[in-house]
């Protein structure tokens, strides 16, 4: 790619960042919230690896990184379900106080699911990008 | 007649998914069926002059479009990507096995 | 009235689908399917969906990525004209006509366009915001009326990548 | 009651912890999942007895009252299914232990099996459309993974194939789904049942058809089965195992059962498709499977066969019948996973799995040879054992319902299938020992105990069939039976 390319791209990723994490936060009061906030930060992470190309952006994230962060989204769901059950008997009750409505804290724990699910799928899906395009032909296939 | 149309978006994704012989383009096929599944969806859920159902502050009791759909449409779009991502892994490891996409020519397995 | 636009929204859509089913260029099949795609996200958008057109517009995206990086991992950039598709469309034009048919009588007989029943979804949009506190509707039943869907979904996301893995190894048997 | 939740939570969880820590030692992702599947399986056997007494139980996911929230529903079809997965899936993952040290990444390998385990347990237990498809989801793209996870030519195509169909049972399974809540403005299954009652239209016919398409794709059922004879082979035996023996049960048969009998309610016309269908089946993959040189080809095409078996009992309706068909699910999941592994072993052991390649081999591998036989005797129907209860069983609902003509065509595919069971014994057991097979050994001891204890079942449950009956399968035929009774138990309490 070009250096303009590169650098615009480098410029513009973090902005793509915030406002994921913005629609990440703000799920539970407008249009947005944990599946397409997580896409949005996965494809900051996917402008860079495009931009900067291939063995850069592996040094800088290894997909290890993005599993992690993927598992810890995914846990803060399955531990949010399971403290449903501790504190009020049922799987995925919503034990948190309902709060004040169209604040930023309220809606009890879905905002908290929300950071979790946005955690999940930006983790996931920047991990999926990671191993296609990582992935190297062998150079003589078995077939005929 | 709009939930015609919709169904005639999802035969279009059935015909190139049982006539083309691409890896790829059958791919893209069942990208349109699920297309279609979502558009149809959303449009169970329509309600002529109703807004989105995000309550704001002052008005209280809006009209609201039906919200369910739109949950499982979200629901269905991220399974939808989910499935592309293993089905290209697959393609691709397809590709580095036979050196093609055609699968006339991967044919290995009889019957 | 939003009609007049889904109508050709969707006709944009279905002539974009046969532009992606039929060109010959694999790359150029990728890009037509772009624009059903954005096209879809409009029509999201058209339908009070705001939450599911964002959804979709980012997710098209990264389907475009990836569908790209699998265009660009093969040397064959054409399509595949195989030898017997004129009788295969012979044997499946019949079929498709006939189910089509059925379909046609059978959504025939769905409720008119823009007035949903709404039967369960009558409490979410009366309760929905006291219940669970959460202001947009479609946020609350996504994680908390059916939050468990929501774990599934995110299952999903995990099979699939652990899939993926798992099917793009370098070796699959010790000892080969 | 409140263990129900759990059949999902727990192998979730541990496949998310088996993918984490396998990575550092291949023995502690070994010890989770046989330990995580034994918990299931005992867990399964103890609900017998609570839901004896309560007769249904309703879990409600966030304490959301059905037709708003999800809920679960256990009863005594779901409770048949889950003994049935979790059975299988634990006797699987111990043969697994050795059979898959061929195989790397062996934690991925149980991750996904986990998940797949996952999927299937909330396909039975849900009581939500949408629900369902979720679940299903997760076992059929964890199943398509498993397919090709030995990452050789003829794998990755047959996953390929299967994933295809797969998608596009999904998305007709979907677009069914969107059909019903445009048309009942509801997902719930009994509410739907509900509001469904004594109507009928085109429109349902059509989501019915687009259900039956979807669900008889999983299935396999004969006019949609051109996938299963690829995929099913392909996969490591284990898989075949649980591929064959369990998931087209649980997300395709069950399903099926489910819905037309508990939500759409039956009738006489989808009877009669059932049977068609069903017979079609049988007699198809009967006539395929004889003409088989490969023994896991043999062995997709006899499923085919004994799925339409199951169809056949299910669409005559009557108590017979269905308790026959209930009783073969089970009996199927057994001797089927039974003759997947044997495959597996002689495959780990001889690495060939052409049957003329074989022979004698019950003298080199007297565990293997043993099982076989006894899984191949069952499969045919022979007295003792229990395949030949569930047979009977269907033989005389047919008889019963007064279809003589399907009674005897049943009875000849039975003959048919000793005969192609015969053809793998004589060629694969007994016999003169085959050329370059001298030094065949027995396979590792868990392998064996694993054959070992499918064999008990297979001989258990058919000695010991009436008590089996009395307490497994005769609640389930009940829940069959009420038909869109089931609405009402769930919504009242």
């Known amino acids: 790619m070009t250096l303009i390319v590169k650098v615009i791209a480098r410029v513009v990723s973090p902005l793509i960042m ?127 | 007649m709009l939930f015609f149309l919709c169904f005639a978006l999802f035969l279009i994704g059935l015909y190139c998914v049982l006539i083309k012989k691409n890896l790829l383009k059958i791919v893209m096929g069942i990208i349109i069926m699920e297309y279609s599944v979502n558009l149809f969806l959303i449009m169970v859920g329509y309600k002529a002059g109703a807004v989105a159902p995000i309550v704001t502050a002052g008005v209280e009791k809006a009209n609201f479009v039906d919200p369910l759909p739109q949950a499982l449409v979200i629901t269905a779009i991220v399974i939808g990507i989910a499935t592309l991502a293993l089905m290209v892994a697959l393609c691709m490891r397809v590709y580095d096995r036979y050196k093609t996409f055609d699968i006339t020519k991967i044919r290995r397995l009889r019957g | ?126 309760e929905g915001l006291k219940q669970t506190g959460s202001a947009n509707l479609v946020t609350s039943i996504l994680l908390d009326f059916r939050a468990y869907d929501t774990l599934g979904e995110a299952t999903i996301l995990f099979t699939a990548i652990l899939g993926a893995f798992a099917v793009l190894r370098k070796i699959g048997r010790k000892g080969k | ?180 809540y445009s048309l009942t403005g509801s997902l719930n299954m009994a509410h739907v049942g509900t509001i469904l009652q004594g109507q009928n239209g085109n429109l349902i016919s059509f989501s019915m058809i687009l259900f039956l398409a979807g669900f008889g794709l999983k299935a396999a059922i004969m006019p949609f089965h051109a996938w299963l004879p690829d995929a099913h082979p392909s996969a490591p035996a284990p898989i075949s195992a649980m591929l064959s023996g369990v998931l087209i049960k649980a997300l395709g048969v069950y399903v099926i059962l489910r819905i037309f009998f508990n939500v759409f309610g039956m009738n006489i016309q989808l009877s009669w498709i059932f049977m068609i269908l069903g017979c079609l ?76 390649k074989m022979g004698g081999l019950s003298k080199a591998m007297p565990f293997t040879g043993a099982t076989s036989t006894i899984g191949s005797l069952s499969i045919s129907g022979i007295p003792p054992l229990n395949g030949f209860w569930s047979k009977l069983f269907i033989i005389m609902g047919l008889v019963y319902a007064g279809r003589y003509v399907l009674a005897v065509i049943t009875i000849l595919v039975s003959v048919l299938t000793l005969a192609y069971y015969l053809k793998v014994q004589r060629y694969a057991f007994f016999g003169k020992l085959g050329e370059g097979l001298e030094k065949v050994k027995e396979v590792p001891p868990l392998m064996c105990a694993s054959m070992v204890a499918l064999a008990i079942i297979c001989v258990g449950a058919g000695i010991f069939f009436y008590p089996i009956m009395k307490t497994i399968l005769e609640p389930a035929v009940r829940v069959l039976q009420e038909g869109v009774g089931y609405s009402n138990l769930i919504l009242g309490g």
Not at chain 1, 34 to 39: D, K, L, Q, S
Not at chain 1, 127 to 136: D, G, K, M, S
Not at chain 3, 21 to 49: K, P
């Open chain 4, 1 to 180: 009651m409140n263990l129900v939740p759990l059949f999902m939570a727990i192998p979730l969880g541990a496949a998310f912890i088996v993918v984490l820590l396998g990575r550092f030692k291949e023995a502690v992702s070994d010890a989770v999942a046989v330990i995580v599947s034994l918990i299931l399986t005992i867990l399964s056997f103890v609900l017998i007895i609570p839901l004896s007494q309560e007769g249904i139980f309703v879990y409600r996911m966030g304490r959301w009252i059905p037709p708003w929230g999800i809920n679960l529903v256990l009863d005594g079809l779901s409770l048949l299914m889950l003994i049935i997965i979790n059975l299988v899936a634990f006797l699987a993952i111990l043969y697994s232990v050795s059979y898959m040290k061929k195989f790397t990444a062996k934690s991925t390998y149980y991750g996904l099996f986990l998940l797949m385990v996952a999927g299937m347990n909330g396909v039975v237990l849900t009581g939500d459309f949408f629900n369902l498809f979720v679940f299903l989801e997760i076992a059929a793209i964890a199943s398509y993974a498993l397919v090709a996870f030995g990452v050789e030519a003829e794998e990755l195509e047959a996953s390929f194939k299967y994933m295809v169909m797969g998608s596009v049972a999904s998305v007709l399974i979907l677009f069914s789904i969107g059909l019903i």
């Open chain 4, 281 to 356: 089946s049988m007699v198809g993959g009967g006539l395929l499977a004889i003409k088989q040189e490969d023994f896991k080809r043999l062995l997709a095409y006899s499923s085919i066969s004994q799925i339409g078996l199951i169809m056949l009992g299910v669409g005559c309706g009557n108590y017979w019948g269905i308790l026959g068909a209930l009783f073969h699910l089970f009996n199927h999941a057994s001797f089927k996973a039974l003759l997947f592994l044997n495959s597996g072993a002689v495959e780990y052991s001889t690495g060939t799995r052409e049957l003329k």
């Open chain 3, 1 to 126: 009235m939003p009609e007049i636009e889904l109508y050709l929204l969707i006709t944009l859509m279905i002539v974009g689908a046969l532009v992606a089913v039929h060109t010959r260029y694999l790359i150029s099949a990728v890009i037509s399917l772009a624009v059903v795609g954005m096209a879809l996200a409009v029509a999201f958008l058209y339908m009070q969906a705001p939450d599911i057109a964002i959804t979709q517009i980012v997710v098209e995206v990264l389907a475009l990525v990836i569908l790209i990086i699998a265009v660009s991992i093969g040397k064959e950039v054409m399509d595949i004209k195989g030898k017997w598709e004129i009788l295969a469309i012979g044997v499946t034009a019949p079929f498709v006509v006939i189910f089509a048919l059925f379909a046609y009588r059978a959504t025939s007989q769905l409720p008119p366009f823009g007035s949903p029943l709404m039967t369960v979804s009558q409490h979410y949009v009366q």
């Open chain 1, 18 to 144: 915030v406002f994921g994490i913005y629609m990440i936060l703000h799920g539970h009061l407008s249009p947005g919230g944990g599946f397409p906030g997580g896409v949005i930060i996965a494809s900051a992470f996917v402008l860079l690896t495009l931009s900067s190309g291939k063995e850069v952006a592996y040094q800088k994230l290894k997909e290890s990184t993005a599993a992690v962060m993927e598992s810890v989204g995914a846990l803060i769901f399955l531990i949010l379900a399971v403290l449903g059950t501790i504190f009020g008997g049922w799987f995925f009750l919503n034990f948190l106080p309902k709060g004040e409505p169209l604040r930023l804290l309220s809606g009890g724990f879905i905002p908290l699911c929300n950071i979790g699910v946005g955690l999940k799928v930006g983790g996931g899906i920047f991990a999926v990008f990671l191993t296609l395009i990582l992935f190297r032909l062998s150079e003589k296939g078995e077939g005929d």
